[in-house]
């Protein structure tokens, strides 16, 4: 089992900056890949950002590249997303999420699938004021 707890979400106006993080524990995996979705009232769970664990080759949806950029520091066992430039848009409760089945690196990208994901936190709310 792998637990995830996402943190620093809130209210921000456009353009301003946040950064999530995500502490991971429980069971360590070294072939995956750990990524961020979101979820906007009354829409699906879209994918935001993944990093694979093995090389730390990333990959971000269109909606986020040039804005949005994530990280992770090992011996923390922590991810981060860091959210500049954000508008109305990005409205939505930010997810972190463990893939422990896939293998991904520079020669085989991370999922973008959510059902690809096995671990889930609960959620962090990131509002973003016009």
């Known amino acids: 089992q792998i637990q995830l707890v996402e943190s620093g979400g809130g209210l921000v106006q456009a353009g301003g900056s946040l950064r999530l993080s995500c502490v991971a524990s429980g069971r360590t995996f070294s072939n995956g890949a750990v990524g961020w979705f979101r979820q906007a009232p009354g829409k699906e769970r879209e994918f935001v950002a993944a990093i694979s664990v093995s090389d730390g080759y990333k990959i971000y949806a269109d909606s986020v590249k040039g804005r949005f950029t994530i990280s992770r520091v090992n011996a923390k066992n922590t991810l981060y997303l860091q959210m500049n430039s954000l508008k109305p848009e990005d409205t939505a409760v930010y997810y972190c999420?463990?893939?422990?089945?896939?293998?991904?690196?520079?020669?085989?990208?991370?999922?973008?699938?959510?059902?690809?994901?096995?671990?889930w936190g609960q959620g962090t709310q990131v509002t973003v004021s016009s």
């Open positions: 999420a463990a893939d422990v089945t896939g293998y991904s690196s520079r020669n085989y990208p991370p999922r973008d699938r959510r059902d690809q994901y096995d671990f």
